[in-house]
């Protein structure tokens, strides 16, 4: 008698970055069972807002999928302490796991817990025609400093354009906006980590620079004045309608606005405005895929984990989707004929780059620091100051609730490269 197939269940989260990644993932679960017989994998797709907190309380209640999307650094890292994901090493073998994109966010105390799936590069789109349309030398674009940012808003808008088009109505504009300034004060990413610690103050000036530098744009109508009702998703769309001079986004949303756009657009790092060794870096990281330590089937979901690395999948992500494939070992070089995707490749497998800083802050701050501060700027509620008050009472009390979890957060931030 046949033994009834292994069941392997799949949470994840993408398609709404990447337009047509469930198409690809459908192929590739297909090619996987056949080359698997007694393995089946269904794949449920969660909405942005579930893939933290799904996950959690699924493993606490021991129903867990067996497979699940994580976000990298504390987004799945806190999970990996409450014993809730399982270590890799035992799974995968150590010369293909060390190519599999992770980041060094994804591990703690040695062992490693998330693969990665596909870059997502934290960038600024800029929009050449409007910039030169608008007086801008083609030498200056991209803005390398905040003064040629401001200089060059101020001549956008002077000319009818919006000079940069973004959409907050969720808080990614404010998280993104502090990821690409905050980042700038720091020489090493972990040490962002002590503002949480109480290493480093939030009311420091350079620690509130960032929030100054949004009232600063905010209040001489650089950004959309309906940034604050409108989706992110929305203001990429508008960007690549030609809307906009400049928008933040990520790697992933960069194929539509090229297919939009052509060549007047292009990938820059965010103007330098701090003094910190990490100005002017780039910023990769990667979404992933880890797998429960409730699985039933560890072994089962490390084969499939092992088989979304695999060349004819790492080639389908760029061919049929553009997006560049979380593993070392891919060809991008000798496939990528395209600058600005080639520029996000060798950002990943050269550098210089750095790290994504929301991933190394406690997932409360997320929700009451950094989406919601950002809102109140640019509603006229706060300073740069006033955030800052805030930020570092938010802080405090997450050190004075969670003594357990601070502990956990302290091994981790200290086990990181310097």
């Known amino acids: 008698m046949a033994q009834p197939a292994t069941t392997l269940l799949l949470w994840w989260w993408g398609e709404d970055e990447a337009p047509g990644l469930g198409r690809w993932l459908h192929t590739t679960i297909e090619a996987f069972q ?5 393995v089946r994998v269904k794949a449920e797709l969660e909405e942005g807002w579930e893939v933290v907190d799904r996950f959690t309380k699924a493993a606490a209640a021991r129903q867990p999928p067996d497979l699940q999307y994580f976000w990298n650094g504390i987004y799945h890292i806190e999970n990996a302490w409450r014993g809730y994901i399982a270590p890799l090493e035992p799974l995968i073998p150590a010369s293909e796991l060390e190519r599999m994109g992770s980041t060094p966010l994804s591990t703690y105390q040695g062992q490693t817990f998330r693969v990665g799936w596909y870059l997502i590069p934290v960038v600024w789109l800029v929009n ?34 919006v000079p940069i088009e973004t959409g907050d109505l969720e808080g990614d504009f404010s998280v993104w906006w502090l990821t690409h300034f905050l980042v700038q004060q720091f020489d090493r990413p972990r040490d962002a980590g002590q503002l949480f610690l109480g ?10 620079a960032h929030w100054d530098m949004l009232k600063t744009v905010w209040e001489a109508g650089y950004i959309n004045a309906d940034a604050p009702t409108t989706d992110l998703w929305e203001a990429v769309r508008r960007f690549s309608e030609g809307q906009g001079a400049f928008t933040l986004a990520s790697g992933p949303m960069f194929p ?17 405005a701090g003094g910190g060794a990490l100005a ?19 072994e089962e979901a490390a084969q499939f984990l092992r088989f979304l690395h695999r060349t004819e999948q790492r080639d389908r992500l760029w061919e049929e989707l553009r997006l560049l494939p979380a593993n070392t070992a891919w060809d991008g070089g000798g496939r990528i004929a395209y600058p600005e995707y080639r520029k996000m490749w060798d950002w990943f497998v050269q550098g210089p780059a750095t790290l994504y800083l929301p991933d190394l802050m406690p997932v409360h701050f997320h929700f009451e620091g950094m989406a919601p501060l950002g809102k109140r700027i640019m509603a006229g509620e706060l300073d740069g100051a006033a955030a800052a008050a805030h930020a570092a009472e938010v802080t405090r009390q997450w050190r004075a609730r969670n003594s357990d979890e601070v502990e956990h957060y302290r091994v981790w931030i200290e086990g990181l490269p310097p």
Do not use: F, M
């Not at 056949?34 to 007694?38: D, H, Q, V």
């Not at 290493?199 to 509130?208: Q, S």
């Not at 870096?281 to 330590?293: F, K």
């Open 128 to 161: 050449r025609r409007i910039l030169i349309q608008s007086g801008v030398e083609a030498d200056a674009i991209p803005p390398r400093t905040w003064d040629d940012l401001l200089a060059q808003c101020e001549q956008v808008k002077a000319a009818g354009h």
């Open 256 to 272: 539509a606005c090229e297919r939009a756009l052509g060549d007047d657009v292009i990938i820059a790092v965010a103007p330098i």
């Open 199 to 208: 290493g480093l103050d939030w009311r420091d000036p350079p620690h509130y």
């Open 280 to 298: 002017g870096l780039p910023i990769i990281d990667t979404q992933g895929l880890g797998i429960a330590s409730g699985s039933e089937h560890q």
């Open 34 to 38: 056949a080359a698997n017989p007694g």
